[in-house]
């Protein structure tokens, strides 16, 4: 069963960068679609950003397109989280997923679709 571990977060000052890392354990993690949410205090769980089993597709949500990055690293088994320009409005527990479907063509694009979870990873952004 793949589990998934985030670190990365942090308390950062508005216009600040942090990187987050998601490491999944098993041998399969390079062949599943993954994403990051978010859920901030009193607030649904939101889509962030996916990327595609290969890496070749990527799709954010508009909230922070142009700010965050995602990519992977198949090799290293690791998902990433650039995130620049941070705001205030981008507090929240992030949460790393996988779809667990094997080489899904569709990107993982909600959390009822996601199979497998991270505990997430505290992002805190001063004024």
């Known amino acids: 069963q793949v589990q998934l571990v985030e670190s990365g977060g942090g308390l950062v000052q508005a216009g600040g960068s942090l990187r987050l890392s998601c490491v999944p354990s098993g041998p399969t993690f390079s062949n599943y679609a993954m994403a990051w949410f978010r859920q901030a205090p009193g607030k649904e769980r939101e889509f962030v950003a996916a990327i595609s089993w290969s890496g070749g597709s990527t799709i954010y949500a508009d909230s922070v397109k142009g700010r965050f990055t995602i990519s992977r690293e198949n090799a290293k088994n690791t998902v990433y989280l650039q995130m620049n320009s941070l705001k205030p409005e981008d507090t929240a527990l992030y949460y790393c997923?996988?779809?667990?479907?094997?080489?899904?063509?569709?990107?993982?694009?909600?959390?009822?679709?996601?199979?497998?979870w991270g505990q997430g990873t505290q992002v805190t952004v001063s004024s």
């Open positions: 997923a996988a779809d667990g479907r094997y080489r899904r063509s569709n990107l993982l694009l909600t959390s009822a679709e996601a199979r497998y």
